[in-house]
């Protein structure tokens, strides 16, 4: 079992930042990489970043230049810096670690980004 505990939400003004964490802990086993992702209301979640176990990055276009990726191998954490908000980034932001083994996917709980005009 593995656990996934996030952290760093809250309510930013326009052009602000924020930095989300995601702690992973329990039976991790071989690890292929971890990612954010968002759900806004009324829509789909959306991919974020992810960043692979060989530490390779991508992003969604929307969020390209102003957000970060990375990981602390260490305590098995990754991070989001999130610079030059908008309202438009407003939604639940997830952590998702993806793994080889079964199931290979696990999601945190979520924590809300609320960016005001």
């Known amino acids: 079992q593995v656990q996934l505990v996030e952290s760093g939400g809250g309510l930013v003004q326009s052009g602000g930042t924020l930095r989300l964490s995601c702690a992973a802990s329990g039976s991790i086993g071989r690890l292929v990489g971890m990612g954010w992702f968002r759900q806004a209301p009324g829509k789909q979640r959306e991919l974020v970043a992810i960043?692979?176990?060989?530490?390779?990055?991508s992003y969604a276009d929307s969020v390209k230049g102003r957000f970060t990726i990375s990981r602390d191998n260490a305590l098995n954490t990754v991070y989001l810096q999130m610079n030059s908000l908008k309202p438009e980034d407003t939604a639940v932001y997830y952590c998702?670690?993806?793994?080889?083994?079964?199931?290979?996917?696990?999601w945190g709980q979520g924590t809300q980004v609320t960016v005001s005009s």
């Open positions: 998702k670690l993806s793994r080889l083994g079964s199931p290979p996917d696990y």
């Open positions: 960043i692979t176990n060989s530490g390779i990055t």
